[in-house]
């Protein structure tokens, strides 16, 4: 199973702290917000922007390198762009567990 980790973003960076610094700042401010919008989109059963704001999801995911929750919001966005949850828990588990990831991860602020 793929857990979040910040091996692709430092891969990327090649040691530009600056860059993932910016990188961060995006996930980390980005992320709550599209999980908190795609819930409420889940939970209206509007499927259309749940799809939208997976897409969005799905490459963060990317970002933090996690593959299997990549190719299932792959699977999930296509099933709610025809009105199907089928995907949804198995995404859902994923959404949790990169909220926590950077909820955790947030830097030390001064």
Known sequence: MSVPNLSYIDKLAGGDQEFIAEI???LSTEFPLEYESYTEAILSKDYIQAASLVHK??????????????QIAVEHEESLKIGSENYKE????????????????QPEST
């Open 90 to 105: 198995k995404f859902e588990h994923f959404l949790k567990l990169t909220d926590q990831f950077i909820k955790k991860n």
């Open 57 to 70: 999801i799905k490459h963060k995911f990317g970002i933090l390198d996690i593959t299997e929750g990549y």
């Open 24 to 26: 961060w700042e995006a």
